[in-house]
């Protein structure tokens, strides 16, 4: 068996800075997270590269010391290439550049979808899944299919998650969960546009049309459950076709929303017809952190994946299908 190894993971695409320490055996030694929070609206990617820089050294030294090793243990560092907002994806690269030259170790660029779900079926043991992919900036459906994870169905405007943040804080009762937990107070189902393209779904009319229903004066409850529910339909039914269309028999779900209590019912419920098991990543590796990073940089690591400083641009639309998933048939098991 190899030797293992060690990778320190940088995470910052977005709101959350992260670092992570995780062995090639994926043991992960340290998840150590900062979250920039807007003082209101959505996030300022200038204001957000800021607070990761200011965070910046401080995340290296507590992420050696939680993980109880000094920094010439690491043996690669990887970073968030994209997708992501530029100003922040900037920071962590030039973190993991500055670090990988000084340790005179590998550089490993992530996809930071790929991450969210290579960290999902670390964390749950998932093989082989239908992956919905939800979060603030992100909703996809993607499976691994000869080599990659091929895109089966993503939003054609905004994601399901900025969706049901956005309307919460427009409403005034704030983003995700809170549209969730008012919805247990709501006893109507007003309709709201669901559009459904194959495996394609758009969230932006459902999201006007919800508040113009506020405007006329329906109770907030009432909103709040129409939306969340026609939101998880329209995932439950296009994750629904992918699952039929690949055969798989495991669903994993990964990213912020997959907290949702009430869509994991759904799709639990869906899963079931289907003969197909649910996983869902645990809330600690549910949202951006640095260990899903990590993770994926020794995966890449493995698989000899690594990239020179000088090759080492961000990237703020990679996309998860741009990415050679090597090092799923190493072994035939990972
Ligand atoms: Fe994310």
Known sequence: ????????????????????????????????????????????????AQHHSMHAARGVMEA??????????????????????????????????A???????????????????????????ARDPVVLYIAGGNTL?????????????ETLDIAAGNCLDAFG??????????PEVKAREGRKIHPLPYRVKGMDVSFSGLLTAALKLLKKGIRIEDVCLSITETVYSMLTETLERALAFTEKKEILLVGGLARSIRLRQMIEAM???????????????????????????????????????EESVVKPKFRIDEVEVKWRNLNGSK
């Not at 804080?169 to 809170?178: K, T, V």
Request: charged fraction near 20%; glycine fraction near 14%; include cysteine.
């Open 169 to 178: 804080i427009e409403a005034g009762i704030g983003p995700m969960p809170n």
């Open 271 to 309: 899963a079931k017809l289907h003969d197909a098991k649910v996983y869902v990543v645990p809330p600690e590796y549910a949202g951006d952190n640095g260990a899903m990073i990590a993770w994926t940089g020794a995966l890449q690591l493995l698989s000899g994946l690594v990239i020179r400083v």
């Open 99 to 125: 670090l990988a030259l000084k340790l005179n170790k590998p550089l490993l660029a992530v996809n930071h979808g790929v991450a969210h779900i290579e960290i999902g079926r670390l964390v749950t043991g």
């Open 141 to 153: 459906i993607t499976a691994y299919l000869d080599g990659r994870y091929r895109i089966f169905g």
């Open 1 to 48: 068996m190899a030797e293992e190894k060690i990778v320190l993971g940088i995470e910052s695409t977005a709101h959350t800075l992260g670092f992570g320490i995780v062995s090639t055996t994926g043991k992960i030694l340290a998840n150590v997270n900062y979250v920039y929070k807007p003082k209101e609206g959505g996030i300022h990617p200038r204001e957000a």
């Open 64 to 97: 050696l010391r939680r993980a109880g090793i000094s920094p010439e243990r690491i043996d690669g560092v990887a970073f968030s290439a994209g997708p992501g907002m530029g100003p922040c994806l900037r920071v962590g690269a030039t973190l993991a550049r």
